[in-house]
């Protein structure tokens, strides 16, 4: 119980600033520009989402807060010449291939394919791969939304744990 | 202590993954952005096929009948109710009428040449052309043949459809033609289906109703649920069924699909000897749309055949122009034997390529 008050207390500190409040914003925009870029980019210059927006919006958002975290994690780090904590690289990798999932389920998939291709693998394994992501993207990107917060669950206790431990080494 | 919970391997771990992903994925994007395939450009280029299977193709000389499929499914009736935007399948499987028909069939050549110098002088507000793959020919009967490879519930084969009727019309006439949709989940864009389609099943529906003295046309669709999302069987699921229907010519041209080993989605055509992959033309109205609300989804069938009658407005020139590219191509695999091929702005795409 203690420990969930200090995660929760990371949070609220880190939100208490506006300078965070103003990184996530902007990532969270970045994000949201990202994937529409990238999936528009694999429908003609059309912004064809088939997933349900709040699907989207929940990866950008948990994407962005992990992002938030992690510039956190960077910033405490740099001050106590400690080792970063934060998982910034993986908010990234969920909403790019986030992205590149929900293209997949458009009627073409220009980015996939052609990586597949590229790979060796020949017609018939590259439209089984992609109707498989086609039927089954809903789930992915869930998924998806599920590491994320599962990473925010970590990179706050990593910070906790450093906050716990911060205040020893001054005294030492 | 927490420099021991920090070097630890679950820590380690747990890092470099998603670091990993992020990399991976970044490549990714960045071999996207570099090989732009499927961003439709203002200019035709032909690309020779190197490497893979597709310089071992060899021709095709089939001999055999094409399949005349039914005029209408018990298990996919006409739906009559006149249902709203975004839900609606009003008239779905319902056949053309004379005047719809001849619409298409009887499209004047003063719209294709229009559209051809609008899209060769860079008028058009959409997007048109394509990169096709030089193929051998797939002769049929002793004609080359247009093969579609597309789904029911797919968005870019609805809006392709009306582009390729028009080009096909150019080269002979189809009998009948019926109201279509892509999938309710897929924006439900009005369209033209080949045949009445198997909307509430997942199979594979073959056949068109169109005569030709130049080229035979085989249609291949997959159909799902229209009332779902956009949904593709596996290539190999679909070979199968086409298979089960023992038609030469239709199982030759689901293997010829295969063996040309570029398959990446729907809609995929083949004009004599240029193998398009999408659409070649991006008409949902009169400009590419920045939202995802689309004109076209709020236009009925009406809508759409007025503004290819009256030939003037950026959609109906982006469907013209569409199918001046797919006649180029055709009239350049036979040897432009056919009437529409003598059109200047014809005659200029094909000297692009």
Known sequence: ?172 | MARKNASSPFRSKLFYIPLIISIIAIILSVYNVAHPQQVVIYKTVIQNQTGGTTTQLTGYNITSPLITPPTSLASAPVITANQSFGQRLTGINQPFNASELAAINNAPDAYYELAGEMYLNHTLNNSVGAQPNVVPLFNVNGKPSVIYFGSITCIFCGENRWAMALALAKFGSFNSLYTGYSALGDSDVPTIYWRPASYNTSTTDLGAFYTSKYVNFLAIENTEPITGGFALQPMSTILQEVTAVNNTAYTAAMNYIIQINNFQGTPYTIWGNYQVGGADAVAFGNSTPKTSQLPLEYMTHQDMFNQLRQGTSQLALTEYAGADVYIAYTCKSINNTASICSLPAIQKIEAQQ
């Open chain 1, 1 to 172: 119980m203690k420990r969930q008050t200090n995660k929760l207390g990371v949070l609220r500190m880190i939100y208490s600033s506006p300078a965070y409040v103003v990184v996530n914003i902007a990532a969270a925009a970045f994000y949201y520009f990202l994937f529409r870029y990238l999936l528009a980019s694999q429908n003609y210059g059309i912004f064809l989402l088939n997933v349900p927006h709040y699907l989207l919006y929940s990866l950008v958002i948990s994407s962005s807060v992990l992002l938030t975290l992690g510039a956190y994690g960077i910033k405490s780090a740099f001050e106590s010449r400690g080792k970063a904590v934060g998982e910034q690289g993986a908010s990234a990798a969920t909403t790019i291939v986030g992205a590149v999932i929900s293209g997949c389920a458009s009627c073409q998939a220009p980015f996939v394919g052609s990586l597949l291709y590229a790979v060796g693998f020949n017609t018939l394994t590259v439209s089984s791969i992609l109707s498989g992501i086609g039927g089954s993207q809903e789930p992915i990107l869930a998924a998806f939304i599920v590491i994320n917060l599962a990473l925010i669950y970590y990179s706050t206790v990593k910070i906790a744990e450093g906050c716990r431990v911060a205040p020893r080494r001054r005294k030492g």
